[in-house]
Every structure is written in structure tokens, then in C-alpha cells.
């Protein structure tokens, strides 16, 4: 076969891929999503292997079981009232919507007041509407419960036999690059765990100072707001932008000082996890460049909705790692020994 002709079968290889794996982009998303749970496990479960004589599997399913306990504990201790605040928060925030907007117009003055308080509330989401549709709520929860299913049970099937699963990838590479390839996915899972876990930490870090702070303002939705900042800090860069809008909005229907105390106490503690947590925390692992982060964001959530945005970040620093190690690295290598050999 000549060169040519492997050219043109690789690119239509290449082209072929690509279309499949767009077709099946659903299921790759909920696979790496499930990666990302057995990240997780390992990550957990790795530190008692050292010191429990217990089979790793035994371990792995025990760990689930934990999580499943404090996921369903929480649930079913505040699981109602949380999802009724849910619907309470989306009301108040129209509300405080409206309420601003009707304090603006009144200090500067509209001549089309009606009109524009009308286009107001047009783009803000009837609350009630979004839960009286029964029929809708309960086919997204069926597909949103079948998702988790799925993550879930493939996440703790890769967590209990991960070597397994590893070299099972590496029959379909030709013997010779295995070791390559070898070492490069153990990088990858290094990264991820890694990230993962930050992420966690860092989640947690930001619920507490933002439950903390709006407790210390007088927010009756202090809890909701603080589980919501720590939830959507999952998504770097862009997560602190969403949860800072509820947020305000719920200060400004206290008061105006409580909105401006606020709004500097979140921009401190955002700073403070952007410039100092995160960047120690990361010490150990993959510095994602900010700029490239949130263009794949962007990409990710044109292509993808929001799981797109939501894994991004992960799906970046696995590629930016399997690249490095698959082709800067080999590349480097092979021009130093070329240059050393002339």
C-alpha cells in the first residue's frame, strides 16, 4: 500500500469516526460522566486499600453504598423542602426582577412603564407554569433518573476493575506503542482524579463562605443559595457568574446595603478561590490555560447543551494530557535524538 492510498483510507477512517461518534455524542458524554464517578470511587477508595486487607471490589461497593446512603439521607431529610425552595428561589427571582426594575422606573421616570414592565415579565419564566406541566416533570425525571442509572452503574463497574478495563483498550494498540499508551492513560487517570477531586474540595469551600455570608446578611434562602454557588462551581470560570445572580438579586430585596456587602463579599471569596484555593490545590496537577477553558466551554455548549459546558473542563484536561503524552512529548523526543545524532 502506498503512501497515498493510507492517506486517503486514514482520512476517511478519521471522517468515519467522527460521524459516529457525533451520532452516539450522548452516550460518550454519559460514559465520561461515569468516568469521572469512578475517578471519584478510586480516588477514595485507593488510600484503604493500603491499610484495609479487603479485596478492592468489596471496597469499591462499600464506598458506593456510603454515598448512596448520605446522597438519599440528605434527600429525604431536606429533599422536599429543598425542591420547594427550588420553586420558591425561581419566584423570588422573578419577583425581585420586577421589584427593581419598578424601583428604577419610578426614581427615573418611563414614559413606557407599562409597556416595558410587560416586556419584563415576558422574558422572565412564569414560575407556576414550570411546575404545573405534570406530565413534562415527570418524563424529564424519568430521563434525568435513567441518566444517573447509568452513570452510576458503569462509573462503579470501571472503579472496581480499572486495570482491567485499561488494558483491555490497549489489545486494540499495536504491541509496540502499548507501553506509549500504557502511560498515558495512567497520566490521564492521575489528572482527573486530580481535578475531581479539587473541584470537590473547592465546591464545598464556596458553599460554606457563601452559606456563611448570606447567613450572616439575614437571607432566608441562605441554604439554597449556598448549595447552589458549591453545585455550579463544578463549571470554572462561568459557574461563580451564574450562582452570583440569584444570589443578588435575593439581596437586593432586602436591602441596598445587604446587596452591596454582598456583592463585595462575593467577589472576595471568588478571588480568593481563583488566586489563592485553586491554584494551591492545583499545585499537583494540570493547570488548564483560562482562555482555552472557556472557548471549549463555549464549543461544548453550542455542540452539546448543558452537559456539554458541564464537562468540558474534564474533557480538556484528559485531552490536553493524552496529547502531551501521545504526541509533544514523542515529538520533543524524536527531535532532540535527531538533533543529537547530526
Request: net charge negative; charged share 10%; with cysteine.
Amino acid at each position: 500500500m502506498n503512501q497515498t492510498t493510507r492517506a486517503i483510507l486514514t482520512g476517511i477512517f478519521v471522517v468515519a469516526a467522527l460521524l459516529l461518534a457525533w451520532q452516539l455524542s450522548a452516550i460518550l458524554l454519559l460514559a465520561f460522566a461515569s468516568l469521572l464517578v469512578a475517578a471519584l470511587l478510586d480516588a477514595a477508595v485507593r488510600p484503604l486499600c493500603d491499610w484495609l486487607p479487603l479485596p478492592r471490589p468489596l471496597l469499591v461497593v462499600v464506598m458506593a453504598l456510603i454515598v448512596i446512603a448520605i446522597v438519599g439521607g440528605g434527600l429525604s431529610w431536606g429533599g422536599i423542602s429543598l425542591w420547594q425552595g427550588v420553586d420558591d428561589l425561581w419566584t423570588m427571582i422573578g419577583n425581585r426582577a420586577v421589584e427593581l426594575y419598578e424601583r428604577f422606573r419610578d426614581e427615573l421616570g418611563d414614559p413606557l412603564a407599562e409597556e416595558n414592565s410587560s416586556l419584563v415579565q415576558s422574558l422572565l419564566p412564569d414560575p407556576s407554569s414550570l411546575f404545573s406541566q405534570a406530565g413534562s416533570i415527570f418524563g424529564i425525571t424519568l430521563g434525568v433518573l435513567g441518566n444517573v442509572v447509568i452513570i452510576a452503574f458503569l462509573g462503579l463497574f470501571f472503579a472496581i476493575d480499572p486495570r482491567g478495563y485499561r488494558d483491555g483498550v490497549l489489545l486494540l494498540i499495536p504491541a509496540q506503542y502499548r507501553p506509549r499508551f500504557r502511560d498515558a492513560l495512567n497520566h490521564t487517570g492521575q489528572t482527573l482524579r486530580g481535578w475531581l477531586v479539587t473541584q470537590l474540595a473547592v465546591m464545598v469551600l464556596i458553599g460554606v463562605l457563601v452559606f456563611t455570608l448570606l447567613t450572616l446578611l439575614g437571607s432566608p434562602d441562605a441554604l439554597l443559595l449556598g448549595i447552589l454557588a458549591g453545585a455550579v462551581n463544578f463549571i470554572p470560570y462561568l459557574g461563580p457568574i451564574i450562582s452570583a445572580v440569584p444570589i443578588l438579586l435575593s439581596l437586593a430585596g432586602q436591602d441596598m446595603t445587604a446587596l452591596w456587602i454582598g456583592a463585595l463579599g462575593l467577589l472576595v471569596i471568588q478571588n480568593l478561590e481563583g488566586y489563592v484555593i485553586t491554584p494551591l490545590l492545583q499545585e499537583r496537577i494540570i493547570a488548564l490555560p483560562p482562555a482555552w477553558s472557556l472557548t471549549i466551554m463555549a464549543v461544548m455548549g453550542v455542540l452539546f447543551g448543558p452537559m456539554g459546558v458541564a464537562l468540558a473542563t474534564p474533557l480538556f484536561a484528559v485531552g490536553r494530557t493524552l496529547t502531551q503524552k501521545l504526541y509533544i512529548e514523542p515529538r520533543d523526543a524524536q527531535e532532540r535524538k535527531t538533533s543529537s545524532g547530526s
